[in-house]
């Protein structure tokens, strides 16, 4: 998956696109030939989860891929709290959710139609090709294309106005950017909120019930979290069960943990990491 940078402020200057940036699960789309699957940044199959998206979904051009955001809106307002639990839910409760509170996804980026891969095309291109893509869906539709201007001010605008809404910053992109997987400096985002990503690097209490998961911060350093919140622990538990695990360690103040593989990113509150314990806010 493509990543933005973090940046202090939104770049200014000819070929800057700017998106809203809104505050739930990355998500990829695959509509195939006969179904369609969603997946998690990670890669994990989360169609069970968000049926509410995967049969409006089928409605999308057989070989199409998305890229985009899974949201749930209660009393008018982003709720990533409604997201964690809908994701760490079993199917049929999955089910009860979606009727209370059903999901958009909103998309950001089109990868792929049924006439090939369209990564390597410029953003501006590709932005054509997702509007296109998503008219031909009946309305209204929960598969909705993000928010887009490439007028610095609309975007200012977005950041300061929106925050009350659950938007969680702006994406700046440039016109003329290929997809590509990682980090680029041709994409980056400012966030309301201080945050890091951090690598899992093991837990403690058991994989199935982790308490606590032990991160490797930006600048090396190893420290446990603050106990996690059930939802995520039980997101966490779905990586952590079939992860290679290695052995005991000890974080850099000498808390003990359990080892894994890295392959899970979550994100952290930046003012926590100068501290023994940090808190995780969410899975990346």
């Given at each position: 998956?493509?990543l933005?940078?973090?940046v202090?402020?939104l770049?200014?200057?000819?070929?800057?696109?700017y998106?809203?940036?809104l505050?739930?699960?990355?998500?990829v789309?695959?509509?195939?030939?006969?179904?369609v699957?969603?997946?998690?940044?990670?890669?994990?199959?989360v169609t069970?989860?968000?049926?509410?998206?995967?049969?409006?979904?089928m409605?999308?051009?057989?070989?199409?891929?998305l890229?985009?955001?899974?949201?749930?809106?209660?009393?008018?307002?982003?709720?990533?709290?409604?997201v964690?639990?809908?994701?760490?839910?079993?199917?049929?409760?999955?089910?009860?959710?979606?009727?209370?509170?059903?999901a958009?996804f909103?998309?950001?980026?089109?990868l792929?139609?049924?006439t090939?891969?369209?990564?390597g095309?410029?953003?501006v291109?590709?932005?054509?090709?997702?509007?296109?893509?998503?008219?031909g869906?009946?309305?209204?539709?929960p598969?909705?294309?993000?928010?887009?201007?490439?007028d610095?001010?609309?975007?200012l605008?977005?950041?300061?106005s929106?925050?009350?809404?659950?938007?969680?910053?702006?994406?700046?992109?440039?016109?003329?950017?290929?997809?590509?997987?990682?980090?680029?400096?041709?994409?980056?985002?400012?966030?309301?909120?201080?945050t890091?990503?951090?690598?899992?690097?093991?837990?403690?209490?058991?994989?199935?019930?982790?308490r606590?998961?032990?991160?490797?911060?930006?600048?090396?350093?190893?420290a446990?979290?603050?106990?996690?919140?059930?939802p995520?622990?039980a997101?966490?538990?779905?990586?952590?069960?079939?992860?290679?695990?290695?052995?005991?360690h000890?974080?850099?103040?000498?808390?003990?943990?359990?080892g894994v593989?890295?392959?899970?990113?979550?994100?952290?509150?930046?003012?926590?990491?100068?501290?023994?314990?940090?808190?995780v806010?969410?899975?990346?």
């Amino acid at each position: 998956m493509a990543l933005a940078q973090l940046v202090p402020a939104l770049p200014t200057g000819p070929g800057w696109w700017y998106e809203i940036k809104l505050d739930g699960h990355r998500t990829v789309m695959w509509r195939l030939a006969e179904t369609v699957r969603l997946q998690t940044r990670a890669g994990r199959d989360v169609t069970a989860n968000w049926m509410d998206l995967a049969l409006p979904g089928m409605e999308l051009p057989p070989s199409t891929v998305l890229d985009g955001e899974a949201v749930i809106v209660v009393d008018g307002r982003i709720s990533f709290e409604a997201v964690q639990s809908r994701a760490a839910s079993t199917p049929t409760r999955a089910r009860r959710l979606a009727e209370a509170h059903p999901a958009l996804f909103v998309v950001w980026d089109v990868l792929a139609l049924p006439t090939g891969d369209v990564r390597g095309r410029p953003y501006v291109d590709r932005r054509a090709m997702l509007l296109d893509v998503l008219a031909g869906l009946p309305s209204p539709s929960p598969i909705q294309a993000v928010s887009a201007t490439d007028d610095l001010s609309v975007a200012l605008s977005w950041y300061e106005s929106l925050v009350d809404w659950g938007v969680e910053g702006v994406v700046a992109k440039l016109g003329a950017s290929p997809y590509r997987a990682g980090r680029s400096s041709s994409w980056r985002k400012v966030r309301h909120a201080e945050t890091v990503d951090a690598d899992v690097i093991g837990f403690t209490g058991s994989a199935s019930r982790p308490r606590n998961v032990a991160v490797r911060l930006p600048d090396g350093r190893t420290a446990l979290s603050q106990r996690l919140a059930a939802p995520l622990a039980a997101l966490v538990a779905t990586h952590l069960t079939t992860a290679d695990r290695h052995g005991r360690h000890r974080t850099a103040s000498g808390d003990a943990y359990t080892g894994v593989e890295p392959g899970l990113t979550v994100e952290v509150l930046a003012g926590t990491t100068r501290h023994a314990v940090v808190t995780v806010t969410r899975l990346r």
